[in-house]
């Protein structure tokens, strides 16, 4: 009877009285199963040897459990050598004779595991040496991870491995209307227990995810990809006729461009634009007019115009069949603003002008393009430009000069005009002639002199435009002789020239580098021994690739994790080697951390997981606040992983983004601070960067920025046609030195450019440089000397900081301590921080003093122009009547634009200048305007 009164089978023995007992106790064969390993659960109850007088030296309190192999039953034919000893087994409490007596039997449970099985089945016998011992209950089991359905795929039931510590790979088979995004797999424990899946499945194109299946898009509804997405609404004026719709079809006159995404509204050709207004200016022509009233459901609107020229009763002709060839400005397609100037218009002449609006599925529709006409004549007008200046003949002192008559003369020429001055003198003075002819003599000129000439011709309706610089050269003159005294002086002249010259040059190598202004007092010290240099505690990053194996780096530098201790909890991105995935790390005696997952996807070469792994082996080495915090690699197991802590914010520029305007500018210069903190860190290792970006810094929870993403860090391919590749990807143009990009020429130098790249980022809270310039544009642009302005609100210190990162020369850019120091300086001083505009600020000096341009010695619009580098809009400012810098100091930013500047940056940098100048006219530095 057991404790409640209820009878119990038991296998008992109590032989304590007579010494050396061996009796045994076998089970019938149990076939195995499949099982690899097994659990023999054992219930038992022991009386205390202390209980029984008399029995000392004889009463045992333990008994032997052991097992045994075969194939099939084999009976009573297994000798008790044969046996395997699993344990031997003690009571954890024993009874006692008044126990018996009141009834309370205290009942033992153990659990012994054996394993590995190979056989088909197994014995189990247990041996007294004397005890006394009543078996209750032996519950032999195996243990297996029961089927289950995760992430669109099923994983089947599975037997637990032979090992305590083994993992059993299952592989997971999608569910119906499913497919591998990546191999569905999980892992079955020793306890019968799923690990975290790895992979999963998604729902094909047309069905979306519901209860753990795919169910097909309703009608009405589709699904163009396979994907996690559910199902959309087919787009205005579209609709699906079935179940599964992958796509949504266009209603009758309705229709989508090559280019345009599923999800996009079928749309139409757009109306005609309405209300065209023309301006007639002597032989052009100003032409605006209206958006349509019917766009077409589209944004990608654009305007060409057709000029055609009509005379008497017979009908117009193409403009483009006129002797002189007809400009349009900006251009006569593919307009995206609703104006265009039409230049080299014949005078006293008809004109028509049709308007046409398109978009991008205009060429689709068997509908003709909608479009409005203007009429226009045109008025008398100035010659055109003189053609062919050339010289006739040329003396010591006097030049005779020809060209042809303009191609448009406009009207009767009553004169020419010849301007000339000697070269790179122009604006000191210069001297006018002129002729009613077609050629003229210039005489009065120095000998052996260089001039330049321009001819212009003269109608009752003005002047027209200056011809192309003509250079020639006056005749030499006869040499004069020159005494012993007069050479002395000469020599004596030229070898103090040349004193003076070495002199300079040794005071700039003294005072090169960077501004005292933005340096601390302390230099940093170095050692002198053997006539080379050291650092003192200098310590240098190792490059990964220069391993024979690089994978023997990792080992080296990077912790070897478990993947038994990760747990991933989300997909979070995916990078160049596989998905990035948030989850939780386990170590022993600590607490559950955070961390970010670098997975390497299923399917993976040699090299790639060498490349994958090279990142590891860098970040290992680096040890810095400000600097991405390695964890460790799982490498043993797949997938293959690399653990970094987990940055709550993401990526700098997309947090910037999502935070526009919420920032104090001390604050974005602490952000600012902590990336140049890491910078240097980095830089004093001797590690190279080379894709330093607002993308590849990641902010954590307490707004702390962090350097990340190593992956373009090894050295260049020497193929000379891949110049701007990388194994790692193309070269970022937006971000990078000069140098780098021509030469590939990467330092700590460049680093520091793409530094000062990224305080714009900051700045203008994570928009995108060089705005919508192409790659090419940007080089262009950058080589000839143009800038990023400064951001709306950003005080002149920290734009004065930026131009010194984008230094042509490398070195003169600052190094990162220096720039650490001077964000410090201004953390102490927020006052200077207070002059939110450049140009506003003339009055109060930055923190680097940088000279203004001046445009004193501007006497033209052509002259500013080439000044500030923008040379190429001579044309535009002419033809829109900017003839004055009176008129220019006027404009704004939309007069700009509707000369034709396209560009972003130059419209920017062309209204910093007009600004620079109006203020410089309000102080009355530049007495030679005259507005």
Not at 864 to 869: A, E, G, H, R
């Amino acid at each position: 009877m057991d404790e409640y009164f209820a009878p119990i089978h038991t296998y008992q023995v109590c032989n304590v009285m007579s010494p050396s007992q061996n009796n045994w106790l076998r089970t019938g064969w149990i076939p195995r199963e499949g099982a690899r390993r097994i659990y023999i659960e054992v219930k038992f109850t022991l009386r205390d040897c202390n209980s029984m007088p008399g029995v000392l030296g004889t009463c045992k309190e333990t008994f032997n459990l052991y097992y045994f192999e075969s194939d099939r039953a084999v009976g009573s034919t297994i000798r008790e050598n044969q046996f395997i000893k699993i344990d031997t087994i003690a009571a954890d409490e024993s009874f006692t004779g008044v126990d018996l007596g009141v009834r309370r039997l205290k009942l033992n449970k153990e659990v012994r595991g054996v394993g590995p099985l190979s056989r088909r089945g197994f014995y189990l016998a247990f041996q007294d040496i004397g005890a006394c011992i009543a078996l209750t209950s032996v519950r032999v089991y195996y243990k297996r991870c029961v089927g289950v359905s995760r992430n669109l795929a099923v994983f089947t039931d599975v037997v637990t491995g032979a090992d305590s510590s083994s993992l059993v790979e299952v592989r997971g088979q999608c569910v119906d209307h499913a497919e591998e995004r990546d191999t569905p797999k999980m892992y079955c424990s020793a306890e019968g227990e799923w690990l975290v899946p790895i992979g999963r499945c998604v729902c094909s194109a047309g069905f979306e995810e519901h209860r753990d299946s795919c169910v097909a898009c309703e009608v009405g509804f589709y699904k163009p990809v396979a994907g996690d997405g559910l199902c959309g609404k087919c787009p205005q004026h579209s609709h699906s006729e079935t179940r599964a719709a992958v796509s949504c079809p266009c209603d009758s006159n309705y229709y989508r461009a090559a280019d345009d995404p599923p999800a996009a509204p079928c749309s139409r050709p757009p109306s005609a634009p309405v209300n065209p207004i023309s301006s007639v200016n002597g032989t052009s022509v100003n032409l605006e007019w209206d958006r349509p009233l019917d766009t077409g459901g589209r944004s990608d609107l654009q305007y060409s115009v057709q000029c055609l020229r009509c005379s008497g009763e017979s009908p117009c002709e193409d403009c483009a069949s006129s002797p002189a060839v007809v400009r349009f400005i900006p251009r006569q397609t593919g307009l995206t603003e609703p104006w265009v100037t039409v230049l080299n218009l014949a005078a006293h002449s008809n004109y028509s002008f049709r308007i046409v609006s398109s978009n991008a599925v205009s060429h689709l529709s068997n509908e003709p393009l909608q479009f409005s006409v203007v009429n226009i004549t045109t008025n008398q007008a100035a010659p055109s430009e003189v053609m062919a200046v050339r010289q006739e003949n040329t003396s010591q002192n006097s030049v005779t000069l020809m060209w042809h008559e303009p191609d448009q003369p406009n009207g009767v020429i009553l004169e020419y005009d010849i301007k000339y001055y000697e070269k790179d003198h122009e604006d000191q003075t210069y001297s006018t002639l002129k002729s009613k002819n077609t050629s003229a003599l210039v005489s009065g000129l120095k000998p052996g002199t260089k001039y330049i000439f321009q001819v212009r011709a003269r109608t009752s309706a003005g002047c027209g435009r200056f011809s192309q610089n003509v250079e020639i050269q006056t005749g030499k003159a006869v040499p004069l002789r020159y005494n012993t005294m007069t050479i002395l002086w000469i020599c004596m002249g030229l070898v103090s020239g040349l004193v003076a010259f070495m002199a300079i040059i040794i005071c700039r190598k003294r005072h090169c580098g960077y501004s005292k202004a933005f340096q601390d007092s302390d230099e940093e010290k170095m050692h002198y021994q053997n006539g080379h240099v050291s650092f003192p505690d200098a310590r240098f990053y190792i490059d990964p690739h220069t391993y024979e194996d690089p994978c023997q780096a990792v080992h080296e530098f990077a912790r070897e994790i478990e993947a038994s201790r990760i747990k991933i909890e989300k997909i979070i991105g995916s990078g160049e080697f596989g998905e990035v995935c948030y989850g939780r790390m386990r170590l022993p005696g600590k607490r559950d951390i955070p961390v970010a997952l670098k997975t390497l996807k299923a399917g993976y070469t040699e090299k790639q997981k060498r490349d994958f792994l090279a990142e590891a082996s860098i970040m290992a080495q680096f040890d810095h606040p400000n600097v991405i915090r390695l964890e460790g690699v799982v490498t043993q197991s797949k997938p293959v992983m690399i653990i970094t802590e987990y940055m709550e914010n993401g990526s700098l520029d997309s947090f910037l983004r999502r935070h526009d305007g919420q920032f104090t500018v001390i604050q974005l210069v602490g952000l600012l601070r902590g990336i140049a903190a890491g910078m240097t860190y980095l830089s004093d290792l001797g590690y190279i960067h080379r894709d330093l970006a607002a993308r590849n810094i990641l902010v954590n929870s307490n707004l702390v920025c962090k350097v990340s993403d190593f992956g373009l860090s090894r050295v260049l391919e020497d193929d000379p046609d891949a110049a701007y590749t990388t194994s790692g990807g193309k070269i970022p143009i937006r971000w990078t030195a000069p140098e780098a990009i021509t030469y590939r020429k990467f330092s700590s130098s460049s680093d520091v450019w793409s530094y000062g790249v990224v305080m714009w980022e900051v700045m203008s809270y994570g928009e995108r440089p060089y705005w919508n310039l192409t790659n090419r544009d940007v080089i262009k642009s950058v080589e000839e000397g143009y800038r990023l302005p400064a951001p709306m609100g950003c005080p002149a210190a920290l734009h004065t900081l930026m131009l010194d990162c984008w230094q042509k020369d490398r070195n003169e850019r600052p190094r990162f301590c220096q720039i650490v120091t001077v964000l410090d300086k201004l953390i102490r001083n927020p006052e200077n921080l207070k002059s939110m505009d450049t140009l506003c600020s003339l009055n109060s000096p930055p923190l680097m003093e940088r000279a203004a341009p001046d445009f004193s010695s501007c006497n033209s619009v052509d002259d500013w122009l080439d000044t500030i580098k923008m040379g190429r809009y001579k044309e535009h400012f002419a033809a829109g009547g900017y003839h004055t810098l009176g008129h220019v100091v006027s404009m704004n930013q939309g007069d700009i634009q509707r000369l034709g500047v396209t560009l972003m940056g130059h419209q920017k940098k062309i209204m910093s200048s007009v600004q620079l100048m109006r203020a410089q006219v309000l102080n009355k530095s530049v007495p030679s305007v005259h507005v």
